[in-house]
């Protein structure tokens, strides 16, 4: 068996799929607004009602005003009569909790109005209270833990840990199980990340909550309609992508899930050595028993198409093993110890290559791939390079699709336009991508809005934290 330089790290190609690099970043799944539900006979809350009144009808009838002035946004008059309902009939008929969550649009926008810290402070107060007293008077579900949750997470996070917020998500979670608001998964997502590499839960839960949330996502999927369907097509798009951050850690996925995700890259490109290694690094670190006939197949067409002698044998050996830290620090040698500039931008490059596809460090990856361009500077690989790791970051830097998501197509389209006005040998792989992307672009409406024009300059946020000019689809 030939174990030569065909298993240097040059896997950059198979970034198509969609990595998680270790940031940090807001992805927000909006709670979505819902229509008042219809009674529901089997309930009925102890707290005071209309028929607690001591004039049922006078209540109700300024309900009914207060809901008009509401949606009229004539905030004044609406919160007058509010008042009056809330003081004596706070769970309203007995059947919704509508006049309750009516007080929390009330204090948001309270809160939306003022900057004083004393009065901010104040309405979130009433706000949390407001809650605690829908879970006194409807304790049905995990409603409330998921809705405490997700003001914590994206509007008050100083007011609560992210373990504190976490376990707010996880019992929503174990309430509601598949019934489980979408509004839940993208957050419970990245909070879990974060805290698992925190070392603050173990990997038993974090596997188990793997589980779970793609469990979630069918179901939600499955059993979806009308802008449901779009809400968890976009938790869809966020939360298997960030999940991809386990990829990193040894055993947490066995060797089915490799060979299912990354063996169709060999079969589409058989012959392509940074396939083949990307490929090769993959299912070994998976566990992957050599004697398994695609593994076998895999091998011999890397002995056939990308044997070649190399004093770097070491760092070659390190990379099939799996060994990414040990990799890195003898690529780096040999980078430091190189005085041709083409080899020495080569191992650099290659650094890069596996803080991408392995490590999923996004930024360390620019950080080396920009150091190779600095060295070869009429080379384009490293822009095509970062042109992929900033089209990638979607999910990251967005919900996966949206503004914030598609931002992320201008700065690569930057990077591969730079890449083949340097170098035209990757010309026909940026031409590639450009076209690709080119229609992930926002609209023109999408432009407008935000009062933005064609052409302006606008700096792209997240991770990425680049000035580029704005361009539509259309």
Request: negative net charge; charged residues 30%; contains cysteine.
């Amino acid at each position: 068996m030939k174990w030569f330089s065909w298993l240097i790290p040059a896997f950059v190609l198979l970034f198509g799929y969609a990595c998680t690099p270790k940031i940090a970043e807001q992805t927000i799944v909006a709670v979505p607004v819902q229509a008042e539900p219809e009674p529901k006979p089997e309930m009925g809350s102890t707290c005071p009602r209309f028929s607690d009144a001591p004039n049922e009808d006078e209540v109700i009838e300024q309900y009914v005003l207060y809901r008009d002035f509401l949606k009229a946004e004539d905030w004044e008059r609406a919160y007058d009569y509010w008042q009056k309902v809330y003081a004596v009939a706070p769970a309203a008929d007995g059947q919704r909790n509508t006049v309750l969550a009516d007080g929390i649009v009330f204090y948001e926008h309270f809160l939306a109005n003022t900057t004083d810290s004393g009065e901010r402070n104040k309405w979130i107060d009433e706000i949390f209270k407001l809650y605690d007293q829908i879970a006194v008077c409807y304790p049905e579900g995990g409603y409330i833990q998921a809705r405490k949750g997700f003001d914590l997470y994206y509007k008050y996070r100083e007011r609560a840990s992210k373990r504190e917020i976490y376990d707010l998500f996880k019992e929503s979670i174990e309430i509601d199980g598949l019934k489980t608001n979408d509004f839940v998964v993208n957050p419970f997502t990245a909070l879990m990340i974060d805290l698992f590499f925190e070392d603050q839960i173990p990997v038993e839960e974090v596997k188990k909550y793997f589980d779970v949330i793609n469990e979630l996502i069918a179901n939600g999927l499955a059993d979806c309609s009308g802008n449901g369907c779009d809400r968890w097509q976009i938790v869809k798009e966020y939360a298997p992508a960030r999940l991809e951050a386990f990829e990193v850690v040894e055993g947490f996925f066995d060797c089915e899930y490799y060979m299912e995700k990354y063996y169709k890259d060999f079969l589409e490109a058989s012959t392509d050595c940074d396939v083949i290694r990307t490929v090769y690094s993959r299912l070994k670190w998976g566990g992957c028993p050599e004697t398994d006939e695609r593994f076998r197949n895999l091998i011999q067409a890397g002995n056939t198409n990308c044997v070649e002698e190399s004093d770097l044998e070491l760092a070659y050996q390190a990379l099939r093993d799996a060994e990414y830290d040990k990799a890195i620090e003898l690529f780096q040698s040999a980078a430091d110890s190189e005085e041709r500039l083409d080899k020495k931008a080569t191992y650099t490059l290659l650094i890069a290559k596996i803080y991408n596809a392995h490590l999923k460090d996004f930024p360390r990856a620019r950080q080396y791939a920009l150091q190779a361009a600095g060295i070869r500077p009429d080379w384009g690989e490293p822009y095509i390079l970062i042109g992929r790791l900033y089209a990638s970051s979607g999910p990251l830097c967005g919900p996966g699709r949206g503004w914030d998501s598609q931002v992320v197509v201008w700065p690569a389209i930057d990077m591969w336009t730079k890449a083949k006005n340097l170098d035209a040998s990757v010309a026909g792989e940026a031409n590639k991508w450009i076209s690709t992307y080119r229609k992930f672009m926002p609209t023109k409406e999408d432009v407008f809005i935000r009062n933005l024009k064609v052409g302006q300059s606008f700096r792209v946020g997240c991770w990425i934290q680049e000035n580029t000019l704005i361009r539509t689809v259309d």
